[in-house]
Nanobody
Framework: QLHLVESGGGLVQPGGSLRLSCAAS????????????VAWYRQAPGKEREGVGC????????YYAGSVKGRFTISRDNANNTVYLQMNNLKPEDTAVYYC????????????????????WGQGTQVTVSS
C-alpha cells in the first residue's frame, strides 16, 4: 500500500516560488517511485478539485494543465522516493490545497495531465499566494 505525504506549502507573494514535495513509501521490495505515475491536483475554496500535472512511470514524460504550463515543473528523486512540484511565478489564483496522488499499478502512464486511476492520495498541503 503506497503512502504519500505532501509538504512544502506556505504563504508566498505573487511572482514567488515554492517547491512542494510528495514523499512516497510502502513500495513493494526493490521498487522505487519512478515505477509509478504520480499526479498533482489542487482544490481552491468553493471550487472543484482540478488537475495540475502528471509524471508518467519510468521514462514517460510529464504533462501540465494549460494554466500552469511553463510555470510548474514535476520531477522525481528515486533515491528519496519523492516527487516534486516546482512552482514559479505564482499567482493569487494558484492558491489552493495541493494534493499528490499515485496510480497503484506499476508501469502505467498518465492520461494527459491526469492519472488513469488515483489509487493513493496524500493529505494535502496549503499554498497561499497573496501580497
Amino acid at each position: 500500500q503506497l503512502h504519500l505525504v505532501e509538504s512544502g506549502g506556505g504563504l508566498v507573494q505573487p511572482g514567488g516560488s515554492l517547491r512542494l514535495s510528495c514523499a512516497a513509501s510502502g513500495f513493494p521490495s526493490g521498487s522505487t517511485v519512478d515505477r509509478y505515475a504520480v499526479a498533482w491536483y489542487r482544490q481552491a475554496p468553493g471550487k472543484e478539485r482540478e488537475g495540475v500535472g502528471c509524471i508518467s512511470s519510468t521514462k514517460g514524460g510529464s504533462y501540465y494543465a494549460g494554466s500552469v504550463k511553463g510555470r510548474f515543473t514535476i520531477s522525481r528523486d528515486n533515491a528519496n522516493n519523492t516527487v516534486y512540484l516546482q512552482m514559479n511565478n505564482l499567482k493569487p489564483e494558484d492558491t489552493a490545497v495541493y494534493y499528490c496522488a499515485a496510480d497503484g499499478r506499476p508501469y502505467f502512464y498518465c492520461i494527459g495531465y491526469f492519472l488513469e486511476r488515483s489509487d493513493h492520495w496524500g493529505q494535502g498541503t496549503q499554498v497561499t499566494v497573496s501580497s
